[in-house]
């Protein structure tokens, strides 16, 4: 059976991220995401990853039972940093209760061990759906923070209170400004967020708050 690479697009190709300290687990790894149309990276421990990433959108492939930096220590430095990763955990030592335990702390898959090839080719098939998503979000969201940072202070107030559904001559009235100049503001607002309407404006603030952190 052959499942291939569904993660990439004639973009951005997402890259795999195999974290294991056993070397032969990483390079049959590594030949089999190859092989099936991943790019991918390795990393023979948590920090060799926290040093190397670049940032970019990511599947992570990682075994829990390292030495110095754990699976779990890593997982909680990703989610703690907002890493653009989703996270795939193999353990071959894993209680109902610690699977459960490092799904809520960010893990989107879970394998257990042994597994074979076709288990984590599907498994990877499955979230990449999952991730995409997460990544398109994220994108939004990131383009949207990076519109407010261009607003003035002035047109922040005038955004804030905008939010808040309030008219030109109501937010004049809160700033001491006449109408006239609180519609120069609403539109330089509405052109640098990229929105053409209120509703837009609004599902664009949403997302800021709706990302999921994994």
């Known amino acids: 059976m052959t499942i291939q690479n569904t993660f990439n697009n004639a973009n951005a190709p997402v890259t795999v991220h195999v974290v294991d300290d056993d070397r032969n687990t990483r390079d049959a790894l590594h030949q089999l995401l190859t092989f099936a149309g991943y790019p991918v990276q390795l990393h023979a421990s948590g920090a ?5 990433y670049d940032g970019l959108a990511g599947c992570m492939i990682l075994d829990l039972a ?4 754990r699976g779990e220590a890593l997982l909680d430095e990703i989610v703690r940093l907002k890493l653009n990763v989703v996270v ?9 209760e610690a699977a459960i335990q490092i799904t809520r702390a960010g893990a989107i898959g879970f394998l257990q061990k042994p597994f074979s090839n076709d288990q984590l080719l599907q498994k990877l098939e499955k979230i990449s759906h999952r991730a995409k998503a997460v990544f398109a979000r994220r994108a939004l969201a990131d383009d949207y923070r990076q519109r407010l940072d261009n607003l003035t ?17 109501q937010i004049a009235t809160q700033l001491g400004n006449s109408k006239k100049t609180v519609d120069i503001h609403r539109t330089r607002v509405m052109q640098k967020m990229g929105a053409s309407t ?10 800021l708050f709706c990302i999921p952190e994994a």
């Open 198 to 207: 209120i509703t837009e404006l609004i599902m664009g603030w949403t997302l």
């Open 48 to 52: 060799a990853f926290l040093k190397a």
């Open 66 to 69: 390292m030495p110095e930096m």
């Open 153 to 169: 202070s002035r047109e922040r107030e005038v955004l804030d209170l905008m939010l808040a559904d309030m008219t030109s001559q």
């Open 88 to 96: 795939i955990i193999m353990t071959g030592h894993a209680t109902v």
